[in-house]
């Protein structure tokens, strides 16, 4: 099976402009995660999806947004970007029903990596 | 959402077994307990979890403590390859309003030496 895949991997943007990152979890999981990473503030959760739904949210302004589609692929859009928006933003996949996402193994992908010049 | 508390950073030697401790000591009845890790430039992945009772697999074993307010990732030899970032988490049951997701604290940096 295929990995997590995530596009593009790097981006350079400037301040003010808006971009999209996309994530194709692993064939079969219903369930994708954000998360973005930076050297002051470790990993932190953005939010999750299942089947389309948001489930979960984590505390970030509504910069910060993000969709599932039918395929369970899914995008998150940041706009009116700032400086501090240059992290790693992960995406992760997990098996499973709504009922045992918890217990599951959640599959990383490689990251995309945000410049906001 | 429950906490975990990991040392910064740990040493161990090549071939020797190494044992690296979190505190949970908010966690709840339903809470799994997982264990990533991350190497350099790469994605988290996934270790190990358990709920109970102490876990193996190829990569590790997970050793609960009876009352589950700690737990121990344990790597029998490791390897330059294991130098990584371990982040050690609590996952429980969905909550509407909680976070309810893998909740990362800043994990246990892992050195090793040859």
């Known amino acids: 099976k295929a990995g997590v895949t995530q596009t593009p991997r790097y981006l350079i943007k400037t301040r003010g402009q808006q971009v999209t990152l996309s994530c194709s979890p692993i064939?079969?999981?219903?369930?994708v995660s954000w998360y973005q990473q930076t050297p002051g503030q470790g990993l932190q959760f953005l939010f999750e999806y299942f089947s389309e739904t948001q489930r979960n949210k984590g505390n970030f302004p509504g910069r910060f947004s993000g969709r599932q589609f039918s395929n369970s692929r899914s995008e998150m859009n940041v706009s009116t970007l700032e400086l501090g928006d240059s992290a790693l933003y992960l995406c992760a996949s997990t098996s499973g029903t709504s009922g045992t996402l918890y217990y599951n193994e959640q599959f990383f992908g490689p990251g995309t990596r945000l410049t906001v010049l | 959402d429950a906490k975990t508390t990991q040392p910064n950073s740990m040493e161990s030697n090549e071939e020797e077994p190494v044992h690296l401790p979190c505190n949970h000591s908010?966690?709840?009845?339903?809470?799994?307990i997982h264990w990533y890790r991350q190497l350099p430039s790469q994605g988290p992945e996934y270790v190990i979890h358990?709920?109970?009772s102490n876990v193996n697999n190829r990569m590790a074993s997970l050793a609960i403590a009876e009352d589950r307010k700690s737990s121990t990732l344990i790597l029998h030899r490791a390897t330059l390859r294991d130098a990584a970032v371990y982040y050690c988490?609590?996952?429980?049951?969905?909550?509407?309003?909680?976070?309810?997701?893998?909740?990362f604290g800043k994990g246990t940096k892992l050195s090793v030496k040859p």
């Open positions: 064939s079969g999981h219903r369930s």
């Open positions: 358990g709920l109970t």
């Open positions: 988490i609590l996952r429980g049951r969905y909550k509407r309003g909680s976070q309810g997701n893998l909740i």
């Open positions: 908010t966690i709840s009845g339903t809470d799994y």
